[in-house]
């Protein structure tokens, strides 16, 4: 049976993809946009929806929250006084996933994971 089994596992351990996510989260907040796949998009705009609602509220409580996932105490700083404020008449929605073009290696779908309302780059070709 599949009860309580929510989100994709990416084909990686429970520690291996919990540190993944936090890491492309903490990506995200740090420079606005991140290139990925599709998948781990998908993934990681739950955690990072997340940590924004938090983030509004700004209370210490939410703060500890969001440092169990974002472990850089600056990208912190950075969500409760740059990113919060700007997604304060939000109800959600705070990220945007863009496609892009396959990836050359092994033909994985990428796409453009970046906050809403912030200033973000496309990638420029390799």
């Not at 997340?50 to 700083?77: E, N």
């Not at 950075?78 to 290696?105: D, N, W």
């Amino acid at each position: 049976m599949r009860h309580r089994k929510k989100g994709n596992p990416l084909g990686r351990t429970y520690a291996h993809r919990r540190a993944m996510l936090r890491n492309l989260v903490t990506s995200l907040f740090d420079k606005n946009s991140v290139v990925t796949t599709v998948a781990k998009a998908k993934e990681g705009r739950r955690i990072a929806e997340r940590m924004i609602t938090y983030a509004k509220k700004g209370d210490l409580a939410s703060r500890r929250q969001v440092l169990r996932i974002v472990q850089d105490p600056s990208t912190v700083k950075k969500l409760f006084e740059e990113i919060a404020p700007i997604h304060k008449g939000r109800s959600g929605g705070y990220t945007r996933i863009i496609p892009l073009e396959r990836r050359k290696g092994d033909g994985a779908s990428t796409c453009l994971f970046e906050l809403v309302g912030m200033k973000a780059e496309l990638p420029k070709e390799k």
